[in-house]
């Protein structure tokens, strides 16, 4: 068994070089831990779980305090605790037990880069278990190392200590299909959750708000929208639909950066893939709203003009937006 140390350098060596050394430790505050995953359960995302300050925290304490109508200061201060003390019995981290079914793949990797190459997979999976619980529990290898050790042995009876991201049902709708649903089980997405009467993407503060009928702000997650190449087509749209865990048609004369000899591919789905686990289509033809192979990354690089968020957060958009749902998208 590889230990969750030797699992995170491999994941940072993908994306990188061969030659990448193995991460550092990150320092996390577990207070801070807490706070990001009281956050996370209220429906205003932190983005990953990582037990530190930095912009995507900022930005869903100020999406908590607009919706509570509180000073907007961004930061956890005594008013912003206050209202949060209803939630605060929540751990902040749960011990769990590993069993086979939590471990299983399929895996893959490396996923080369290449999409003609990535065309010929099975599936664009996770390339190891410790990305997978990762993402479950919405944070990062290196998190993980941290709150655990680098010999903590991934196999089934180890003990492992995750951010507690655990919903509090996975009563999901029947009607949904049996892969989407045991997608949000692995997710960890909550089956409660509020219907957006709109969607509000703001380009300036990198966060997309959900509205419920009344206009009051019921959702936040982080997002990374355009860039110069393909900018936000900012405007009025709507949802069409959502296609669950999708396949994703490479068309290079819609990337300007694409290779010049590039063929249109057909690539596999999975949450490695382009547009992750999730693609909401909206009445703008070549844009939707996505999940992401990199959670990381979420509001600090570009896209190609299409709305991106962790896989986590857009599967749990797709639960709360319909066919029909206004799309907003400002400056």
Known sequence: ??????????????????QTPAPSQPQIDRNLIKLQVVLDRLGFSPGVIDGRRGMSLTAAIKGFQTA???????????????????????????????????????????????EDQQARLPGLFYRSPLEKLAEMFHTTPQVLVALNSPQTYLRPGTKVEFPNVLPTSRSYDPKLEEGWRATLNMLNVDAVQPQAAKIVVDKSDKVLRAYDEGGRLVAQFQVTTGSEHDPLPLGTWKVNGSDYNPKFHFNPDLFWDAKKDADKAMLPPGPNGPVGVVWIDISKPHYGIHGTPEPALIGRTESHGCVRLANWNAARLAMMVKPGTPVIFQA
Do not use: C, H
């Not at 068994?1 to 061969?18: E, I, K, P, T, Y």
């Not at 509180?70 to 749960?94: C, F, H, I, N, S």
């Open 1 to 18: 068994m590889l230990r969750l140390l030797a699992f995170a350098a491999a994941g940072v060596a993908v994306a990188g070089s061969a």
């Open 68 to 114: 509570r109508d509180l000073p907007v200061t961004g930061e956890p201060d005594a008013a912003t605790m206050q209202a949060l003390r209803p939630y605060w019995g929540t751990e902040g981290t749960k011990v769990l037990t590993l069993n086979e079914r939590v471990l299983a793949g399929p895996y893959v990797n490396p996923i080369p880069k290449d």
